[in-house]
Nanobody
Framework: QVQLVESGGGLVQAGDSLRLSCLVS????????MGWFRQAPGKERRFVAA????????FYADAVKGRFTISRDNAKNGLYLQMNNLKPEDTAVYYC?????????????????WGQGTQVTVSS
């Protein structure tokens, strides 16, 4: 099990950028894949981006492809999401997630460790 704490959310205008961070603690000595998900009010939690244990493989939802970049720094136990050209439809609570494994996973049910979330609000 690992513990995850997100930060970096906020209120921005359309076209602005934000960088989310997720600090990982706990049993970090094993390989684990990570991902970002988001949940808007009244909607289900949806996949945003995922990354393999060594950062060599990444995958994005179509809605964010070309605007968001997922990365990780295992030496710093950090996961990041650089979000550029934000749109009002990106407004949601963003969660980081982790699970054992070396590849990447896109289904939220495949993850067993979650952070508490950070709010991102994009005004038009």
């Amino acid at each position: 099990q690992v513990q995850l704490v997100e930060s970096g959310g906020g209120l921005v205008q359309a076209g602005d950028s934000l960088r989310l961070s997720c600090l990982v603690s706990g049993h970090t000595s094993y390989s684990f894949a990570m991902g970002w998900f988001r949940q808007a009010p009244g909607k289900e939690r949806r996949f945003v981006a995922a990354i393999s244990w060594n950062g060599g493989n990444t995958f994005y939802a179509d809605a964010v492809k070309g605007r968001f970049t997922i990365s990780r720094d295992n030496a710093k136990n950090g996961l990041y999401l650089q979000m550029n050209n934000l749109k009002p439809e990106d407004t949601a609570v963003y969660y980081c997630a982790a699970r054992g494994g070396s590849f990447y996973y896109t289904n939220p049910y495949e993850y067993d460790n979650w952070g508490q979330g950070t709010q991102v609000t994009v005004s038009s």
